[in-house]
């Protein structure tokens, strides 16, 4: 059986990564058996707030309380006055271990199939003081010519025996007259039948299995921290700057001034430019500082040679 404990996580792990200032939620998985047993959740959610696996660690434990649902019938031949026995002993597979484990189950019910005379009904009878003018059979008195089938009645009343449910059809006798502690005995063998039950016992129950050696995890799990998209990047639209510079019907001294000052802008532009290229693709281009250099020396060049060609 697993379960959960919530701990403050300042309280438990200290300021660990990614204990935040939520709480920890302390899992035990149950016990296993098999090795191919599923490793601990990475997520898990409990009482609306998900959480993510901090660590684990694997320990032994002893699995008990184990059982297996058992049912099975069993039929029975009743005679009279008997009823099936209230409990039955059955084995069933431990799945876990492949092992027999015998077990005792209760009866649930007794199913009625219907009733029948069967013929084996039969026990042993022995006359001592064999050759007697009379013989005592409990309050009867046979006489000891007398056909003793003819005493049916009597020999189930001494067993004790209704006569609802049992014949007597015959009195054999069963080997010659011999002597036992000086006294002339002779067997003899009564048959007949009887009135039996065929029903049908149902057992069902809980198997109790022996406890077996197997293992749990031990698991931290903390807050989940809440997932922000990233900021988009700025279109180089949106980051150039844009020098315009609008000139007025002034004198030629000012109008060159005015050109001076947009060569300078635009050269300052230009940098400002290439500098803030570098700063946005830093993680992918390298620029060695010697080709920037070539690179600005250029650019003065062409402003330059451009100035002294003006009249």
């Not at 379960?3 to 309280?11: T, V």
């Not at 059982?67 to 876990?96: C, N």
């Not at 022995?126 to 005592?136: E, H, I, K, M, R």
């Not at 189930?156 to 054999?172: D, F, K, Q």
Request: charge should be negative; hydrophobic fraction near 35%.
């Amino acid at each position: 059986m697993a379960f959960f404990i919530l701990f403050p996580a300042l309280a438990l792990l200290g300021a660990g990564p990614g204990t935040g200032s939520g709480e920890e939620l302390l899992y035990e998985s149950p016990v296993y058996i098999e090795e191919t047993a599923p490793k601990p959740e990475q997520e898990k959610e409990f009482d609306g707030k998900w959480y993510r696996l901090y660590s684990y660690e694997r320990k032994a434990a002893v699995k008990d309380g184990r059982s297996r649902h058992v049912s099975g019938s069993i039929p029975y031949v009743l005679e009279a006055g008997e009823e099936p026995p209230d409990t039955a002993r059955f084995q069933v597979t431990d799945e876990d271990t492949g092992q027999l484990v015998e077990c005792i189950i209760e009866r649930t019910e007794v199913i009625e199939k219907g009733e029948r005379w069967s013929d084996d009904f039969s026990f042993p009878v022995t006359l001592q003081d064999y050759g007697a003018d009379s013989y005592l059979l409990g309050d009867a008195e046979i006489p000891g010519d007398a056909d003793l089938s003819d005493y049916g009645d009597a020999f189930l009343a001494y067993l004790g025996l209704p006569g609802t449910h049992y014949r007597i059809y015959s009195v054999e006798w069963a080997g010659e007259p011999y002597e036992n502690a000086g006294v002339l005995c002779r067997d003899a063998s009564a048959r007949g039948e009887k009135l039996v039950r065929d029903v049908e016992a149902v057992y069902e129950g809980e198997a109790g299995l022996p406890p077996i050696q197997g293992f749990y995890y031990a698991c931290t799990y903390v807050p989940r921290e809440e997932e922000t998209e990233a900021p988009e990047e700025e279109s180089p639209e949106e980051t150039e700057a844009a020098v315009k510079i609008e000139k007025t019907p002034k004198s030629q001294e000012t109008v060159s001034q005015q050109d001076t000052v947009q060569e300078r802008t635009g050269i300052a532009a230009f940098f400002d430019e290439v500098g803030a290229w570098i700063l946005r693709h830093m993680t992918v281009v390298s620029i060695s500082l010697a080709a920037l250099a070539a690179l600005a020396f250029a650019v003065f060049l062409f402003f330059a040679s451009g100035k002294k060609q003006e009249p």
